[in-house]
């Protein structure tokens, strides 16, 4: 498996995953549930697991500096910065994701019927 390089690659690649773990779950819809098999469900699905990969890096880069700082060996700076910079962008991809969401949810409730 190849790494990319670039941001909005490694983004893309990542929903794209996420998207075809949700397709693969979405089969599991009980009847008594409103959410659509191929709508909804798996939205919420893809949502809570990048909410939940978000959380897993920062948590990852957290014990990573905390070892750091208490002179682990198996640690590096390098390690560190190049996590905590990933749970930055994680993060900051998750907000602008949360921005359009409002955005296109506040557009939605704004329509006339």
Do not use: C, W
């Not at 490694?10 to 779950?25: D, V």
């Not at 919420?44 to 948590?59: E, F, M, N, R, T």
């Not at 910065?81 to 506040?106: C, E, H, P, S, W």
């Amino acid at each position: 498996m190849t790494v990319p390089v670039n941001p909005l690659e490694s983004a893309l690649s990542q929903i794209r995953s996420m998207a075809t773990q949700a397709a693969g779950g979405a089969h599991a819809v009980t009847l008594g549930e409103k959410a659509d098999a191929t709508g909804a469900g798996s939205f919420a699905a893809a949502l809570k697991s990048s909410l939940d990969k978000i959380s897993g890096d920062q948590q990852k880069a957290i014990g990573e500096s905390q070892a750091f700082e208490v002179g682990a060996s198996n640690v590096s700076l390098n390690d560190v910065m190049v996590d905590m910079q990933k749970a930055n962008i994680g993060f900051q991809f998750g907000l602008q994701v949360r921005n359009k969401l409002v955005t296109a949810y506040n557009e939605i409730m704004q329509m006339s019927v």
